[in-house]
């Protein structure tokens, strides 16, 4: 699997975030470092948004929905360290009742969609939902590409 950290996360260039030669499933809902571990998370330095799309082999009209999880560089305890983004609060609106921001069910070899990852270190693309008959999937991958650079990030560029 190709690394973003070590083979120059850069514009133009699609890398595997995660990939599996196993059924595809959704990852467990409890943010703890278990579950999520640093070293898979990739570094999304200087870039306000990335570009998502999954590669699914098998099964009957897979799909996966990638729900991006942020690390806080704190010490906070294990369980508090992994966040999620909530999207859509119009005001008068309380938090929980917002979205968890997410792609839609994405199709295998298809479309990429964009996700805001703001610049973060430690970004996790989580599995939050599957769907179709993905019993008889014998693998899988989520893909990535950069998107939209951040304002003021020194030695980036769209090109």
């Known amino acids: 699997m190709a690394d973003p950290r070590t083979t120059g996360f850069r514009s133009g260039v699609t890398f595997v975030a995660r990939s599996a030669a196993t059924a595809i499933a959704a990852d467990n809902a409890s943010l703890v470092d278990a579950n999520y571990p640093v070293a898979t998370a990739i570094d ?11 590669d699914i082999t098998g099964g009957t009209s897979p799909t996966a929905t990638i729900e991006p999880l942020f690390r806080d560089s704190s010490d906070a305890p294990d369980g508090g360290r992994w966040f999620r983004i909530k999207c859509g609060v119009p005001e008068g609106v309380t938090p929980a009742a917002a979205a968890n921001l997410t792609t839609g069910a994405l199709t295998p070899n298809a479309d990429f969609q964009e996700l805001k990852v703001f610049g973060c270190r430690d970004v996790f693309l989580r599995i939050s939902a599957v769907g179709g008959t993905t019993g008889t999937v014998t693998a899988w991958k989520i893909l990535i590409m950069p998107g939209k650079v951040r304002p003021n990030s020194p030695g980036l560029s769209n090109g």
Do not use: N
């Open 44 to 54: 999304c330095y200087g870039y306000d948004t990335i570009f998502v799309g999954v």
